[in-house]
């Protein structure tokens, strides 16, 4: 839980330190006057990027050298985070440099619902994947480990396949990426298992009567084991110069009718449907692990009409986790009791008494 969040330079925000709640946070104001901003550095603290721009330096403030955010959370651990134009940074876990990003990513699981969060659907399979290897790194101290052994392995594979290397030197690097890649394969299989536990209840309140199925897609036919996978496809990959099928190609199949769900859906009924897969995402990680993930829901009144926002209001709720909701009136939102409000104007972030 964060208790504390410190911007500086960042974006249009010169300097702001708040305080949030535990429960729900409404951060309100203008067109831009930096609501997105906010949300943009609670997630740069735990994924050391922004979800807007692949430049990092874009989100320096105009005219300044570099932009600081820090980060308390509960009461012992702190994250410091710098970063400079030039693309330097210095990321600082409780006053020492942070060895590795994903170091951050475990202290700090987030959720983000945005509009833009329909990709999820719409787009191809790396934000599913994504999305299910998030559950499985939290979900799993091991997993960052046998998944960064797998991609270096696979790369190494696909450059062998460009290189025309022997079948027989190929073989050498295919058993240690069947066993990596069967282990990632059962705890994505276990991961999405829960989630779809979890989803049931979820997606029953949002979307009943809409027949939804989700099903993991293994990134290779399921009638056949890994191994055969990849000397079966051997000729084919050598042909192509890069591996076809396996882990690599997981995905998240979700249908309404045997239809994909993102071509019978209307968009608000899809934006439930990302709504339902993160909070659930959050809430089998708390099942799990017994820590909360924090939610940042950016205009969660978009698409939505007054009952689905009450709905998802109180199903963000109910996770007990901490949240963080921008919204540009605060009346579009007035159902739910606000532990704090936020007024945003100019960059400038002021905590409301009511
Ligand atoms: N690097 C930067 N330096 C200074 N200002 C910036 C920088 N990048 C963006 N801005 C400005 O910061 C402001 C805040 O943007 P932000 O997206 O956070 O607003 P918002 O409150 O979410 O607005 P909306 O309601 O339209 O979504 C914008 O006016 C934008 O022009
Ligand atoms: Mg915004």
Not at 52 to 71: D, E, G, K, Y
Not at 157 to 176: E, F, G, P, V, Y
Not at 326 to 337: D, G, H, K, S
Request: hydrophobic fraction near 40%; charge should be positive; include cysteine.
């Amino acid at each position: 839980m964060l208790t504390k969040l410190q911007l500086a330079h960042f974006r249009n925000v010169q300097a702001a330190s708040v305080s949030p709640a535990g429960g729900l946070n409404l951060i309100y104001g203008a067109n831009g006057s930096g609501k997105t901003s906010v949300l943009e550095a609670i997630w740069f603290l735990s994924v050391g990027r922004s979800f807007r721009s692949h430049l990092s330096q874009r989100v320096i403030q105009h005219n300044q050298p570099h932009f600081t955010l820090f980060a308390q959370l509960g009461s012992d651990d702190r994250i410091g985070l710098q970063r400079e134009r030039g693309g330097d940074h210095q990321v600082r876990i409780n006053g020492e440099p942070a060895k590795r990003l994903a170091e951050l990513a475990s202290m700090l699981p987030l959720q983000l619902i945005s509009p833009e969060s329909f990709s999820l659907l719409l787009d191809g399979p790396k934000a599913r994947r994504e999305f299910i290897d998030w559950g499985a790194f939290h979900g799993d101290p091991q997993f960052f480990s046998v998944w960064s052994r797998f991609r270096r392995l696979l790369k190494q594979r696909n450059q062998l396949l460009r290189q025309q290397a022997s079948t027989r030197q190929i073989a050498i690097w295919d058993k240690q990426l069947v066993q990596y890649g069967q282990w990632l394969t059962d705890a994505r299989k276990a991961w999405v298992n829960s989630l779809n536990d979890a989803l049931k209840g979820i997606i029953d309140q949002f979307l009943p009567d809409v027949p939804i199925r989700i099903s993991f897609n293994q990134g290779w036919d399921s009638k056949t084991e890994l191994d055969q996978v990849y000397s079966a496809g051997l000729a084919r990959d050598l042909q192509l110069g890069y591996t076809v099928s396996g882990p690599h190609k997981a995905d998240l199949r979700l249908r309404v009718d045997k239809m994909p769900a993102q071509d019978s859906l209307s968009r608000g009924q899809l934006k439930l449907l990302v709504c339902a897969l993160k909070i659930a995402q959050g809430m089998v990680l708390s099942q799990q692990q017994q820590r909360q993930c924090i939610y940042l829901v950016d205009d969660l009144a978009s698409e939505l009409d007054q009952t689905r926002r009450t709905l998802l209001l109180e199903q963000l709720q109910k996770t007990g986790g901490q949240v963080f909701v921008t919204a540009i009136e605060p009346e579009q939102l007035a159902m739910v009791p606000w532990d704090k409000r936020f007024h945003v104007e100019q960059g400038r972030i002021t905590e409301q008494q009511d």
